[in-house]
């Protein structure tokens, strides 16, 4: 073996071997078992909430196929409507044209040739991170097959009366000219005023004051509502009010939307533009008027004199037309949560449209049940209740989208606007019985995404043909998800999968927290924060991270401060860290918590990680160079590590079996560093170097480190898969083990018949013995090789017989040149003193430390850190440090000062030991 892991040598060689050996594929043989990767979108690039969630997926996918399991991680993406139509129509517009100048067919066709030649580039990065998936069955929702099945979907959804086309209130996103879904808005708050606009009364004298943040959009006020309960407003409600800069008036409602406490108590109703006034306008029968044309412009059903303006200039007049007729009451600055387009960044506005939907209720109810009565379990369970809450108030479903890409409704009009849904014009004309002079146009919308995105977990697998791979792998058994999609896309292939196959889509959903920077910042583009999972596994200069953070960014005063912040956060960029240990750094970090804080340092550990096993496989093969033969003898430190390692399998079981990934890998962190690394490999060297170890216990030994070494592999190699290929390749004829990789081996599982409690408690008693003595030369600064005189005074009758019998492993770790037993009366001489249990370990320091220079070394640390603790000190009391400071720089001050002050203690408490010496 290479002396240092160099991950980037093996990484990609090792996963081409797989690949091209199928090692992926089901076996058809064992139980099923069946993970639908969330497709992404066919545009998108890995950002680390793919390869968080997707490291967990091949976790589970390689545990279960190393159980023997018939395993499919069915991988595939999205055609991601209004992302993949946006790029394209970005790169049309460099050329000078646009998708309308185009034609629809020569759009499609340009989108489909830019999904040929650049489309798939997350599924190459997708291997980068080692995931394991079935390639040749990747699927693409606009596969003809998976069409086809959309088109069946929506055809038979409409015979039953779920699918209908009408009039509602929808995101509109006026640059795009589309509606969108919720979670495609992000909602932030912004900074605007509240305009508190008078009113006057139609009948008498006076007015009522309303304040709106939307001026523009009174001009489709239909009422104004004041709350039922409001005293100052009951002896109007049912009169009319003179609609400001128009002819007409509108009635005052009472109803209990209505917050007393906020502005005036008085709110215009607007139900065209706004999601909350239009429920209002239904309960009160009012008549919605929509003052927008599709780009947001107002229309004619607004006095003339504001026709065709856009709504931020039709804004500006109309307050300055309300100002010149004395009816602003007052103005004041607001912050208020605005809407905008994911995609666009565009504000965007309730419009009212003709759209097609979708009744959710009836198909609500079962997906309820299916998680009320355990058919599928939410993993934490905390989840049910999001899942309820949405389902139990769910709307009809909005499926329609103003695109060319994607899944073109199947429906066609006749000339007075009727409807006519089937396969194609022809099946239409058949199914309706239309004569050949009824002239039909097909419709110009495409389904939501999300629509094709509901099918996935059976599209994918034939369905509706009864394939043999749906019959086995359908339902799935667990489904790896964020929870910012549970209402999105979770629950809505809960409902889907009910209705169309009768059966459940996967039995467990484990909703996994996002991943934020170390601050616990979301990562975005506008921060400068985001992290490419690729550059943490490849490594990245600090000029090219930089040049990769502003790209972009339309405000140079923006890039300046990303920039400023990067190169003062990362001076050098990113080290090459390697697959595996990015891989480890996202399963320790996989707690049940809504958010996940991704810090470098843990990284950089794991790195370190890599090296260690890398290492200790190194000793173990220098030590052995082939098979054991002939009989054995088992030392206390072989019987201690393979009981620990059964220990540790069955701790892995039980967190993987409980999605806890954190402590999964905490389990095999602790056992292959501090046991198996630390101790045993340094346990063993004594026994395979001294005279006196006869050839039976060597062999003992050489058996257990090739033994340990080649299950730590197969235990690991779900998590940290490259380096467990490499080093196992090596290990496995040394251990007896027969095939070509280590991914189709069996898991570990628990051998009972070598666990053994007593020999783990004889251990313990040596590495308590060992860690005394050298805790004595750390804290009292004595070489680590110098040969130490050791006196044991009182113990146990248990702690002589330890010591007789285990005195050539406590000499050879503790570097002791002698021991003698104390009489119990003895009086000591001057020594430093450790205690395990009732014996007292006694160091003489008669020529081991000058005590004086000691005293001065500790009393200079003392009071270089006691300044340093007085610096602090004053800094965390000035309210201008702690007031401005960002939290988490105040609470890592507090932290180091917390340290600080432990490591005075200490050092405090060694002076004093060798003043009394």
């Known amino acids: 073996m290479e002396k240092t892991y160099e991950p980037h040598q093996i990484e990609q060689s090792w996963y081409q071997t797989w690949e091209n050996k199928h090692y992926f594929a089901p076996k058809q043989h064992g139980l099923p078992y069946c993970i639908m990767l969330p497709p992404p979108n066919v545009t998108g690039t890995l950002h680390m909430g793919h390869g968080f969630g997707c490291t967990l997926m091949d976790i589970l996918i390689r545990y279960h196929r190393m159980l023997g399991e018939n395993v499919l991680w069915q991988p595939g993406t999205d055609h991601a409507g209004i992302a993949t139509q946006m790029v394209v129509e970005k790169r049309l517009m460099l050329e000078g044209k646009t998708r309308e100048t185009l034609g629809r067919e020569a759009f499609i066709e340009k989108i489909w040739e830019w999904k040929n030649q650049s489309g798939n580039a997350i599924t190459q990065q997708l291997r980068r991170l080692g995931a394991s998936l079935d390639w040749p069955r990747e699927r693409f929702t606009m596969d003809e097959s998976l069409c086809a099945t959309v088109q069946k979907v929506f055809i038979n959804l409409y015979r039953e009366g779920l699918i209908y086309r009408g009039t509602r209130l929808v995101n509109w996103d006026p640059k795009l000219h589309t509606a969108i879904s919720d979670l495609e808005v992000i909602s932030n708050e912004e900074e605007g005023k509240l305009w508190h606009i008078r009113y006057p009364l139609a009948d008498q004298e006076g007015y009522i004051v309303v304040a709106t943040t939307r001026p523009e959009t009174l001009l489709g006020d239909v009422a104004v509502a004041v709350h039922p309960d409001d005293e100052r407003y009951q002896h109007l409600i049912g009169k009319q009010v003179q609609l400001p800069l128009t002819h007409r008036t509108v009635p005052i409602i009472s109803d209990e939307y209505v917050d007393k406490a906020f502005g005036s108590g008085c709110v215009k109703i607007t139900p065209a533009h706004d999601f909350n006034d239009y429920l209002v306008g239904e309960r009160h029968q009012l008549k919605p008027i929509n003052i927008f044309t599709r780009d947001a412009h107002l229309n004619k059903n607004t006095p003339q004199q504001y026709q065709g303006l856009e709504r931020f200039a039709a804004r500006e007049q109309i307050v300055k037309d309300l100002e010149n007729s004395g009816l602003i009451e007052k103005i004041e600055k607001h912050i208020s949560k605005i809407p905008r387009g994911e995609k666009s960044n565009a504000i965007i506005e309730p419009f009212l449209t003709e759209q097609w939907f979708m009744k959710m209720q009836p198909l609500a109810e079962p997906a309820i049940r299916a998680v009320e009565n355990g058919e599928i379990r939410f993993i934490p369970d905390n989840w049910n209740k999001t899942y309820f809450q949405w389902l139990n108030n769910i709307e009809d479903w909005c499926i329609s989208r103003q695109l060319w890409w994607g899944h073109r409704i199947p429906a066609w009009y006749d000339k007075k606007g009727k409807a006519y849904v089937g396969e194609s014009e022809a099946d239409v004309r058949a199914y309706y019985q239309l004569a050949d002079t009824v002239q039909l146009t097909q419709d110009n919308d495409v389904l939501d995404t999300w629509f094709s995105s509901a099918l996935w977990p059976f599209s994918t697998l034939g369905w509706p043909e009864h394939t ?450």
């Not at 220079?853 to 006691?866: G, P």
């Open 468 to 917: 043999q791979e749906f019959k086995t792998f359908y339902p799935g058994n667990v489904l790896v998800t964020g929870f910012d999609i549970i209402f999105f896309w979770v629950a809505r292939m809960i409902m889907m999968g009910l209705k169309l196959t009768g059966k459940i889509p996967f039995r467990e959903v484990f909703i996994t927290g996002l991943i934020r920077d170390q601050d616990g910042q979301k990562m975005s583009k506008s921060k400068g924060n985001v992290i490419d999972p690729l550059d943490l596994i490849d490594g990245i200069d600090i000029d090219a991270l930089v040049e990769k953070r502003i790209y972009g960014l339309m405000q140079p005063a923006k890039a300046k401060q990303i920039e400023a912040q990067t190169r003062k956060q990362y001076p050098e960029g990113f080290a090459s860290h390697g697959t595996d240990a990015l891989r480890f750094t996202f399963c320790a970090l996989a707690s049940y918590g809504r958010e996940i804080r991704f810090d470098l340092g843990r990284l950089e550990g794991y790195r370190n990680f890599c090296n260690k096993l890398w290492n200790a496989a190194r000793y173990v093969f220098m030590n052995v160079t082939e098979p054991q033969q002939g009989s054995l003898e088992l030392s206390l430190p072989d019987r201690w590590i393979l009981s620990r390692l059964q220990n540790t399998i069955a701790d892995a079981h039980a967190a993987l079996q409980q999605y806890r990934f954190d402590l999964f890998a905490h389990a095999i962190y602790e056992f292959t560093w501090n046991e198996f690394c630390d101790w045993y490999l340094e346990l063993s060297k004594p026994i395979l170097t001294s005279d006196k170890s006869s050839a039976a216990q060597q062999r003992g030994t050489r058996h257990t480190l090739i033994t340990v070494l080649e299950t730590l592999l197969r235990l690991l190699h779900p998590i940290m898969p490259f380096i467990t290929e490499e080093i196992w390749q090596r290990a496995a004829p040394l251990a007896d083990k027969k095939g070509d990789t280590i991914m189709l081996q069996a898991y570990p599982q628990v051998d009972p018949s070598l666990q053994n409690e007593l020999i783990e408690t004889e251990l313990t008693w040596v590495k308590a013995i060992i860690i005394a003595i050298r805790t004595v030369r750390s804290e009292m600064n004595i070489a680590p090789g110098k040969p130490l005189a050791v006196l044991l005074h009182k113990g146990t009758e248990s702690d002589k017989r330890r010591y007789q019998q285990y005195q050539s492993l406590i000499h050879a770790l503790a570097k002791l040149e002698s021991v003698a037993w104390l009489d119990l009366y003895a009086i000591p001489p001057e020594s430093a003193t450790a205690l395990v249990g009732d014996l007292e370990i006694l160091i003489p320091m008669a020529g081991l430390i000058d005590k004086d220079e000691e005293s001065a070394r500790l009393t200079r640390e003392i009071a270089k850190l006691n300044k340093e603790s007085e610096r602090m000190e004053t800094k965390l009391q000035n309210p201008q440090f702690v007031d401005k400071a960002p939290a988490d720089v105040v609470t890592k001050e507090r932290s180091r000062l917390a340290e600080l002050k432990t490591t005075l203690t200490k050092l405090e408490q060694q002076l004093e030991k060798i003043a009394a010496l």
